[in-house]
């Protein structure tokens, strides 16, 4: 039998290698290879082809127990999953430290107990008198939670043995448990795998939902190997800064739902407070029309959000290097934006600051933000302000042309709620998207009808 050979595994990314080095060879991280058990050598005489047990196969149409979602009661985060809970499921919640993961989950375990289905919680991170006085503080205390302090997958899975299957099992985080069946420290990559295989095939097997709190890493996406993410069926991340009040539970990934759905809260003194409007969250101040404003109606799954576009442009008197300070939107778009300006438009910002701000620290990833970054840069150019009550939205190409973007119809229906009485988009928007017996819809072709539209008034 061949001598099995020693592997090392990126505790970053997972990936193999057959030889230790400083750095991995993927992710490019320094110091996280460590050395793995050896895997198991099968011969050519190990045949898989016989020795199992039959797999019942079922028809698409056959008769059988439906599953229904169950309600959470928190209608934001209701919303993030697609319209609640589904038996069975696996749910991965990442975030930042601090950000209120475990306050979420504790406030949705309570309002679920409170209904009369049993929940567990279990913490790997905090003491049972840590959970407790968290759940005091939100006035939660008297919910029904069987609440755990533990990190041994055996532990838990025993106990859950003995006192029934759960509606909801919440465990915080995966990072901290430990199978005794895998070698390796918690949040080792073999470790995080195995255990959430573990949890996942009880949930699976005895249709609870499984909640899994996830860490993150310094650029943001949930630690541990890739295939984590692979295994549950939604993968969801509670967004924000710390210094804003606000939060955003965003969907990534979802097998019984629309992705990109996002729920928002508010953080006050007892816990996460949902906010049902969250475009006047960022659209708060905006009594007198400023030079540099532009209000765009993003899209977050089905669900449309205003936010303000700032921009401020500062005239350099010196050959000093102009600054690009973005803050909310992608850095490259506003490099290419800002080059069609120049190109098309005759517009010069190379002898200038540059500074662009996504009121109340949302971030865009939306490319029918182009319009309305176009129209706060060119009326922090002019100087000249923009109607208070207008929306503007359309992606912008290379040759200075405004692109039709999707759900023109809803972005116009959503503004007009609001009390904006002006819109400007892509002349392609279809007639019946616009609204025009209540909302005034302006088609803008090129990006030079803009710079026409705001410098001349027209």
């Known amino acids: 039998m061949a001598k099995p050979k020693k592997r090392y595994v990126c505790q970053a990314c997972g990936s193999v290698s057959h030889r230790w080095q400083g750095q991995c060879p993927d992710c490019a991280e320094w110091n996280t290879l460590a050395e793995d058990a050896p895997a198991t050598v099968f011969s050519q005489k190990h045949d898989l082809s016989s020795g199992g047990r039959a797999v ?14 169950r309600s959470i009661g928190l209608k934001e985060l209701d919303r993030a999953l697609g319209g609640g809970l589904v038996p069975g499921s696996a749910i991965l919640m990442g975030g930042d430290p601090g950000i209120g993961k475990s306050t979420l989950l504790l406030q949705a375990a309570a309002k679920i107990a409170k209904g009369g289905d049993p929940v567990v919680y279990v913490s790997g991170e905090e003491a049972t008198a840590q959970v407790r006085m968290r759940a005091s503080r939100l006035g939660v205390a008297d919910a029904p939670v069987k609440l755990a ?41 073999g470790q995080v795998r195995g255990c959430a295989f573990e949890l996942i095939r009880y949930a699976k097997e005895n249709g609870v939902v499984l909640v899994l709190v996830g860490h993150v890493t310094k650029d943001g996406n949930i630690a541990g190997p890739r295939v984590l993410e692979h295994m549950v069926d939604v993968v969801m991340s509670f967004e924000g800064e710390r210094s804003h009040q606000y939060r955003i539970l965003r969907s990534l990934k979802n097998r019984f739902g629309p992705v990109d759905e996002i729920g928002v809260f508010a ?13 006047m969250l960022f659209l708060s101040g905006r009594d007198e029309p400023l ?24 005239r350099l008197q010196s050959g000093a290097t102009p600054r690009r300070a973005i803050v909310g939107w992608d850095s490259g778009r506003l490099a290419m934006l800002l080059a069609v300006l120049e190109s098309r438009c005759g517009l010069n910002f190379s002898s200038a600051e540059v500074y662009l701000n996504i009121a109340g620290g949302y971030r865009l990833t939306d490319p029918a ?39 023109s119809g809803l972005r116009l229906r959503e503004s007009h709620k609001l009390g904006f009485d002006t819109g400007y988009g892509p002349s392609e928007t279809q007639p019946g998207t616009r609204n025009s017996e209540q909302l005034e819809f ?12 705001i410098v001349g008034n027209q």
């Open 149 to 189: 302090a533990a990190t041994s997958v055996r532990d838990i899975l025993t106990t859950l043995a003995g006192i029934g299957k759960p509606a909801m099992l919440v465990i915080d985080s995966i990072q901290t448990m430990h199978s005794d069946s895998i070698e390796g420290a918690p949040g080792t990559v």
């Open 369 to 407: 933000a182009d319009l309305a970054v176009a129209a706060a840069l060119v009326s922090a150019l002019a100087d000249k302000p923009l109607s208070a009550k207008s929306v503007w939205f359309g992606e912008v190409s290379l040759a200075g042309e405004i692109r039709p973007v999707a759900h």
């Open 267 to 279: 953080m006050a003194g007892q816990g996460l407070e949902e906010v049902s409007n969250p475009s």
């Open 442 to 453: 302006h088609a803008i072709k090129q990006l030079v009808n803009l710079v026409d539209r």
């Open 56 to 69: 019942d196969f079922v028809a698409l149409d056959a008769p059988g127990e439906s599953l229904e979602r």
């Open 291 to 314: 030079a540099g404003s532009a209000v765009f109606p993003a899209l977050e799954g089905t669900r449309p959000v205003l936010v303000e576009v700032q921009a401020l442009i500062v």
